[in-house]
């Protein structure tokens, strides 16, 4: 397997619980679209009594599926999810500890009784078996990945921007020393 390759599984299976967690927030995002059009922008699902809310449940199951940012990553999501509860298990355990609790190798080995080398052995082993799908994924990953990005520097704009309306920006901690203002060429 080449270098680049295996920074590739990596980073997909690094991102799996983040796509989890995107893809939780883009189910309840489209769950109170339905639900604030549905109960005249009260926000309130309501209780399922006898099967009243299935209308709405149609609602929501067709929001998604028009959705294709919820479509993509709930396919990539469960790509990943079913090739890793099909691992043996010690290549899950080694996937779960090493990429999705970010726990170091050194930690691992000591919980697990192995040597570091082992674990390494392991990790590597559990990258060639997820590079079929991980693989496969990537350019779905990719542009989740960069969708994302683009929202964090966009909310970091609105967030400095609201900072600059508001007088805000930069704070200086109690007890430093306020910043220098910077010398330009030509000038002091």
């Not at 998604?64 to 999810?81: M, N, Q, T, Y």
Request: charged share 30%; net charge neutral; aromatic share 8%.
């Amino acid at each position: 397997m080449r270098e680049d390759e295996i920074k590739a599984v990596e980073s997909v299976l690094f991102e799996y619980p983040a796509m989890c967690m995107c893809l939780k927030m883009r189910s309840e995002y489209l769950v109170s679209l339905v639900s604030l059009a549905s109960f005249g922008g009260s926000g309130e699902i309501g209780p399922v009594d006898g099967g009243l809310m299935i209308p709405d449940q149609i609602k929501i199951l067709e929001r998604k599926e028009r959705d294709p940012g919820f479509l993509v990553l709930s396919a990539v999501v469960e790509r990943i999810f079913d090739a890793v509860n099909n691992a043996p298990a010690e290549t899950r355990e080694i996937i779960t500890r090493l990429f999705f609790m970010r726990q170091e190798p050194k930690h691992a080995a000591a919980e697990t009784n192995s040597s570091i080398s082992r674990i390494y052995r392991k990790k590597l082993e559990a990258v060639k078996y997820m590079s079929a799908v991980c693989i496969g994924i990537y350019p779905a990953f990719c542009r989740w990945r960069a969708e994302r990005d683009e929202e964090e520097a966009e909310n970091m704009r609105l967030r400095y921007e609201e900072g600059k309306t508001r007088g805000g920006g930069p704070r200086t901690p109690p007890g430093a020393a306020p910043p220098q203002t910077p010398r330009f060429w030509g000038r002091g």
